[in-house]
């Protein structure tokens, strides 16, 4: 099937946006697809998320370059839908709009003062080490006094806080993190990281890959409690994976004494529910309560510099377009075709990753969801004409006064990036100068 005056938009430019436009172009319609994103450089929480002492599960993003270099796809950065542009209006310009725009918003932990000033969802935590642009500048003075740090949560956003903050110096050096973050991060020498879990060591949501990891850091200890395994046997633990994780925090609990060489200690503590942030006359405590497997319960009190949540994400409500608030996603029936509030399909709208399924499932995942959501659309397509009477996108946007960043802008980021990285054995030192990254092309290459 051939539909060269075919137009798609898509909005977002995470790793759900391109494996989308990579199917579309895959199926051989011919059809010129629209790449509408807030930010001016493509790959959301690929650039924005994945740790950047990652690089491997980073450089995912060097396989999706290619779709972004494709003739038949062009990228227009810099353009917020639901705010420069409606949800009406790139439907009157397109014959079909496929919504992959994320999961960007925290869910709360639900502990008292959680608004405390060093208290950070691990959303705004991860955009800070990984350079975005709207990062809060206030997290670098955080950081640059966190001697005690708490990080809420049971599964890998998680651990990701918990070990970038126990990282030493030589570790970072050659991760992309942004100068000046690596330099907060290693302003301390000395740390303590406690990582809070509500359930239990058999319970927890880590991947086992990344739990191992800890075990390499060079100047971290980590060491978990043994009362926080009583009573659990592993044989009972039916899901594999969770018998693995289980397997491996009990080995780190008979570690006993932590090693004295280690200037850093992160400590794993299952059980625990955050109640409350105190402000006290020399800094904050964090109120716990902790309970073991056996049934017992008991209050402590952790000092705290810096306390990050990382308990979930949700999705945000674009006007014009169905969303389940429950859930904070965009509703969709099967195969990903948005669905209003009597369950009926949405004409020509499809959604998909994040912003359809909720935050799960790793990179990889938004792949079959993107092509489950493209098929739906060619089926869909039938005895439809497209283009017909359908408004010019770009004349549009000039109508409204929109510029964009299109993707020769983001390819001269990605130089700038590699050059500055690789003087320093990085693959890349991530640009978090608004300044900078917001600059036009032509000045940029001044730069
Ligand atoms: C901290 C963190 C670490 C992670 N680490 C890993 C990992 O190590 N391995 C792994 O496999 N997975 C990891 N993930 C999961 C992975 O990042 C997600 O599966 C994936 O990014 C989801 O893709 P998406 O395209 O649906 O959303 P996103 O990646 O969030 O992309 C959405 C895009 O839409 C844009 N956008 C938002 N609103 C608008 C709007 N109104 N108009 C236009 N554009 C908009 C955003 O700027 C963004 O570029 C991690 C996630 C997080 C949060």
Known sequence: MHHPSLRIAIVGA?????????????AGLGAKIAIVERLPVPFGLLRYGVAPDHPNMRALGDKLEDVIRDPDVAFFGGIEVGSALSVADLRSCFDAVIFAYGASLHRS????????????????FARWYCGHPDADPSIFDIVRRARDAVVVGAGNVALDASRILSRSADELATSEMPDRVREALGHVRTRQVTLLARRGPHQARFTTKELRELGELSDCAVMTDAGDFA??????????????????????????????????????????RPVAIAETAGGHILRVRQSDPMGSEAMTEHPVDLVVTAVGYRGAALEGL?????????PTGEAGRVTDEQGLAVPGCYATGWIRRGPSGVVGSNKACAGQVVAALIEDLGAAR??????????????????????????????????????RGAVRTII????????RPRILNEA
């Open 231 to 272: 009573g659990i046997d592993a044989a009972r633990i039916e899901d594999r994976a969770a018998q693995r994780n289980f397997e491996l925090l009990k080995a780190l609990s008979v570690q006993g004494e932590l090693p004295a060489n280690r200037r850093k200690k992160m400590i794993l503590r299952f059980g625990a």
């Open 109 to 124: 932990a639900g502990f008292e003062n959680e608004g405390a000033r060093i208290c950070i969802p691990s959303s705004e």
């Open 322 to 330: 169905p969303f389940a608030t429950d859930r904070g996603v965009v």
């Open 14 to 26: 995470g790793p759900s946006a391109l494996y989308a436009a990579e199917a579309i172009l895959k």
């Open 432 to 439: 978090d100068d608004r300044q900078v990254l917001y600059r």
């Open 386 to 423: 497209p283009g017909a009477a359908l408004r010019d996108w770009e004349e549009m946007l000039h109508e409204r006064g929109l510029r964009w960043f299109d993707a020769s802008h983001w390819h001269r980021v990605d130089q700038l990036e590699r050059e500055d990285g690789s003087a």
